[in-house]
């Protein structure tokens, strides 16, 4: 069992910089690949950002140079770093893992509840 639990959500202007977190418990000794996902009103379920456990990332198109994510592997904690914050990045973001490397292909079997982030002009 793996759990997440993110915060860090919070509003700010358009420009600014957050950092979101997640951490993890459970069975944290196995190898994940995991990932942030975001969610605005009305719309699709957008994966954000992703990395496996050597620290290999990647990114949307809609975040990268902007937003970097990050981990603590003795600590369990995921980051989020969010730079030059823009509306259209208001969403609740979620943090996801799942067994093995990351793939485009991935279904992530763990999720947290999510945390808000509102970014106004």
């Known amino acids: 069992q793996l759990r997440l639990a993110e915060s860090g959500g919070e509003s700010v202007q358009a420009g600014g910089s957050l950092r979101i977190s997640c951490a993890a418990s459970?069975?944290?000794?196995?190898?994940?690949?995991m990932a942030w996902f975001r969610q605005a009103p009305q719309k699709q379920r957008e994966i954000v950002a992703t990395?496996?456990?050597?620290?290999?990332?990647a990114y949307s198109s809609a975040v990268k140079g902007r937003f970097t994510i990050s981990k603590d592997n003795p600590k369990n904690i995921l980051y989020l770093e969010m730079s030059s914050l823009k509306p259209e990045d208001t969403a609740t973001y979620y943090c996801a893992a799942d067994f093995g490397t990351c793939r485009l292909d991935t279904q992530y079997n763990y999720w947290g509840q999510g945390t808000r982030v509102t970014v106004s002009s």
């Open positions: 459970g069975s944290t000794h196995v190898s994940y690949c």
């Open positions: 990395i496996d456990y050597d620290g290999q990332t």
